[in-house]
């Protein structure tokens, strides 16, 4: 049973730059594709991107293109997201997920991030 | 892109029948996927694949689908059922995934 387990909470300065993290346990990390998807507070679910570590191929929404970066680590079995240039509006829980099908599970627990001065 | 539709909220007694609709112009050609996120935890998925469930949900969850509109049932519903619910595809066009906005489902 594959597990995703996410960095802790983080809190930004705007202007500011955070990574999280999402390593996985059990399962075979090259098969994998992972989403990462965000939810501001008291909102919903935004599909950020995605990582195909295997093919080392990132695949962006269009909103986050040129300020988020995605990348893997195999020896650890991680994956990275990288966001430069906070704004305040980027507080939110984002979630590293697998590919299910054309869907998300399991989901990581999720890392806070709060970006204020 | 296209947007998903889904009621805000959607009440029922417990042991009654939920249904949480979800439309948009790509549900018809596209599978939808279904999410129950509880308060504070990671969302869950319940239904993929317009029907089908995955491994440990229960069978008192089920997902239909006409035309346009994707529908989450929840027979018999139960106070642990109380959560949001997020429907989801993939939309081949842009080869993103979209989400609806979230249904809360209250439990009287």
């Known amino acids: 049973q594959v597990q995703l387990v996410q960095s802790g909470a983080e809190m930004k300065q705007p202007g500011s730059s955070v990574r999280v993290s999402c390593k996985t346990s059990?399962?075979?990390?090259?098969?994998?594709?992972f989403s990462w998807v965000r939810q501001a507070p008291g909102q919903g679910l935004e599909w950020m991107g995605r990582i195909i570590p295997v093919i080392n191929k990132m695949y962006y929404a269009q909103k986050f293109q040129g300020r988020v970066k995605f990348t893997a680590d195999r020896s650890t079995s991680t994956v990275y997201m990288e966001m430069t240039t906070l704004k305040s509006d980027d507080t939110a829980v984002y979630y590293c997920?697998?590919?299910?099908?054309?869907?998300?599970?399991?989901w990581g627990q999720g890392t806070r991030v709060t970006v204020s001065s | 892109s296209n947007v998903l539709t889904q009621p805000p909220s959607v009440s029922v007694d417990p042991g009654q029948t939920a249904k949480i609709a979800c439309g948009g112009n790509?549900?018809?050609?596209?599978?939808v996927y279904w999410y129950q996120q509880k308060l504070g935890q990671a969302p869950v998925l319940v239904v993929y694949d317009d029907t089908d469930r995955p491994p440990g949900i229960p069978e008192r969850f089920s997902g239909s689908k006409s035309g346009n509109t994707a529908t989450l049932t929840i027979r018999g519903v139960e106070v642990g059922d109380e959560a949001d619910y997020f429907c989801q595809v993939w939309e081949s066009q842009t080869d993103h995934g979209i989400f609806g906005g979230g249904t809360k489902l209250t439990v009287l």
């Open positions: 790509n549900v018809g050609s596209e599978d």
């Open positions: 059990g399962g075979s990390f090259t098969s994998y594709t």
């Open positions: 997920a697998l590919a299910y099908n054309m869907g998300f599970s399991p």
